[in-house]
Nanobody, 122 residues
């Protein structure tokens, strides 16, 4: 089972940018599809983005398309989420996830990190 640790969260003004990282343990990182979810206060956890094991396929929630970019570096066992043009409604705890396929990850199946807080001020 892969273990995941997120970093890179913080406080940013609306319109700003942040890059989140998710470091994974284990030699099988490259075999996992990976993804990002987020959970705002009082709301359910929601899908943000997913990337295939090779990095060749990605998908995004409509709310972040064109603003967020998911990527991975299998040599570094790390996944990233580059966030631009941030909005106050992007404020949430962001979680990374790993699973056996992009479909599984997008469906919320797999391993989870502990989360990193992103706060966007207006």
């Amino acid at each position: 089972q892969v273990q995941l640790v997120e970093s890179g969260g913080g406080l940013v003004q609306a319109g700003g940018s942040l890059r989140l990282s998710c470091a994974a343990s284990g030699r099988t990182f490259r075999s996992y599809a990976m993804g990002w979810f987020r959970q705002a206060p009082g709301k359910e956890r929601e899908f943000v983005a997913v990337i295939s094991w090779s990095g060749g396929s990605t998908d995004y929630a409509d709310s972040v398309k064109g603003r967020f970019t998911i990527s991975r570096d299998n040599a570094k066992n790390t996944m990233y989420l580059q966030m631009k043009s941030l909005k106050p409604e992007d404020t949430a705890v962001y979680y990374c996830a790993a699973g056996i396929s992009s479909r599984a990850v997008a469906g919320g199946e797999g391993s989870w990190g502990q989360g990193t807080q992103v706060t966007v001020s207006s």
